[in-house]
Structure formats: C-alpha cells, structure tokens
C-alpha cells in the first residue's frame, strides 16, 4: 500500500515578473479571486485532501502570506463586538491547527525546483504534495484529492496534467506517454518548455504533484535548465522509470492565476459558481459588454 501523504509543499517565493506591477510590493500569491487569497484556495484544497502539514517556501517581500495564516485578536475583537459573525468565521476557520503550517526561505530565486528543494528538511523520507498556488482548478473534486487518490491507486509519482494547445507547448512542461488519452498517462518523459515542433504530445503538467522524496536527490545537483533555472521537471524526469510515474487528467478546469488573463477569468469563474456573486458577476460581464460596444 501506498504511504499516505501528510505534507505539501507551497513555493511562494517566486518575483511574479509577469503580473507588475501588482506584485511589486504585495506578493502575487496574495492576489485575490472574489474575496480569497490564491494562498488560502490552495491551502484550503490540501486540507481537503487530507494534507496535515502545509510548508511555505517564502522569500523577501512575502511577509503578508505568513500574516495571512496568524490569529489577528484586534481585528476579531471588532467583529465580535460588532457581532459580525459570518466575517469573523472568515478570518479564522481557514487557518490550520497551531503548528501545522510551517515556513521555510528561499534566499534567491533559483527557481521552481530550487524551491522545492530548500524545503528538503521539513519533508524527510516520504512523499508529499506540491500545490503552486497561481494554478487555480475550479470544478471538480478538489484537484490534489483527485491526486492523493490516484496515487493511492498507483504508488510512485503523479502528477496533475491537461490539454494545452500545440502552439503554447513552450510555456509548460509536456509529457511523453504511450496513452496521452487515457485518465492516468503513463510518463515515459518529461520536456520542459518544447517548442511546439518538438513537443512529444500536448499534455502538460500543472501545478499539482505527488512525489516521492527521492526527487531531492536530483534537485540536490543544482542543474540548470530551461530559462537558466532549476527546474523541477529535470529532477522529475530523472525519475522515470525508478518508480511509478502517471499524469492524472483531473476533472476541473485550471486557471494560470500568474497571468492576467488568467486570474481575470479565475475571478468570473469563481464569482459565477458562488450564490451570492453569480448576479453581480452576470451583471459585470454586461456593463462590460456594453462599454466595448459604445
Ligand atoms: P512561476 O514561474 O509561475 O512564478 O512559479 P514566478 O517566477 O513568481 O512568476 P513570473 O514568471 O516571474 O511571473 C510558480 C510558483 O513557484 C514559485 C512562485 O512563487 C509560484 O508560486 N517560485 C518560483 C518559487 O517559490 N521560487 C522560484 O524561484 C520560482
């Protein structure tokens, strides 16, 4: 049987170059859709999956996400006097039990891998979740239950994957796989960023993953790749063929929150699933309209 997962792993410490200048002096992971932080969807998605401890790889200038998951006593004091109930439970139940989230820092930005590396110490011998934040999945079972579940089914690695148009291959890392049309793809090789002439498919893998910790032993070379960074999907190639490795084609439907484009229609999405928004999401969608009409 599978070991279970109790940990994941949220790297946060990334500049968020493409979504300046909001994320100059606020980190992007704190940028909201509706009402919530991008941090809170996702950390909210691990505890559903029965995720019990939740790693924050941070970094200069994110000090807004530690304050986000602390108790804030003048604040509530307000709300309870003020008998403002329904705000009050929206600023407390989120937070995990005391404890459970823990902090570790990314002195440069290195990259994604380099991210997850630095949280090594705090993961130990067993596998564990990554959630990037900036991934948003709306629709579906929370996506990495999905993830925790297949991996449950499978063992080894798994990893959240989707359709991408063949020209936008070189934004993300695709698979090479036997059975691209199947729900879990077997991975028989990983390419970051390819070019869409030497793409071997168009399944991508996004920000959700289950992985064993040997992955540590290959970030711990530091190779650079793609872009000049350490790349996560290099030490995940590595892997293939040690062990069980699948992409899982999730139900729901991601949103890249790290692009403008993204988070807006992130925002629209949300707001139309939520009772109390869907009338004046419809509503903002028309005066929309009628703008770029006149
Ligand atoms: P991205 O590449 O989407 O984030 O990484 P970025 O580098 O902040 O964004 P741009 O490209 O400059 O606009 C995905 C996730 O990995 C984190 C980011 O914070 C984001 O949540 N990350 C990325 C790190 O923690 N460290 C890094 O060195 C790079």
Known sequence: MAHPVRKAVFPVAGLGTRFLPATKAMPKEMLTVVDKPLIQYAIEEAAAAGIEEFILVTGRGKQALEDHF??????????ETRGKSDALASIR???PA???????????ALGLGHAIWCARHLIGDEPFAILSPDDMVIGGA???????????????NVVAVMDVPREETSRYGILDTPNAEDRLAIIEGLVEKPAPEDAPSTLSVIGRYVLLPE????????????????????AMAHMIGKAPFHGLRFEGTRFDCGTKEGWLAANLS?????????????????????????
């Open 98 to 108: 005391d404890g459970a989230v823990k902090y570790v820092r990314q002195p440069t």
């Open 270 to 294: 949300q707001a139309m699933l939520r009772p109390d928004m869907r009338a004046g999401a419809e509503a903002a969608i028309a005066a929309a309209q009628s703008i770029r009409e006149n």
């Open 70 to 79: 602390d108790r804030a006593p003048e604040l509530e004091g307000v709300l």
């Open 215 to 234: 992955v540590f032993s290959h970030l711990d070379r530091h190779e650079t790749g793609a872009g000049g960074e350490i790349q996560l999907t290099d």
């Open 142 to 156: 929370p996506c990495m239950k999905q993830l925790v579940e297949a991996h449950e089914e499978t063992g080894g």
């Open 93 to 95: 139940d989120y937070i």
